[in-house]
């Protein structure tokens, strides 16, 4: 069989973690789901659209 090269001890830091942070770690994996579309899968036309969200959502924000 093979070894869990992470400890129990660890396993239980991370999880109180999470469930501590649930608003960030939800953010961080939105982030990163969104990189890994932008860098793997997505074309040209994927692209505008996402720019013209990303320019909608930078024009509310300063209009704060």
Request: proline residues 0%.
């Amino acid at each position: 069989m093979t070894e869990n090269k992470t400890s129990e001890a660890q396993k239980r830091a991370t999880q109180a973690y999470r469930e501590k942070n649930r608003e960030k770690t939800r953010k961080q994996s939105a982030k990163s789901a969104a990189k890994t579309y932008i860098n793997k899968y997505c074309d040209l036309d994927d692209l505008a659209e996402l720019k013209h969200l990303v320019a909608a959502k930078e024009k509310e924000l300063l209009s704060e």
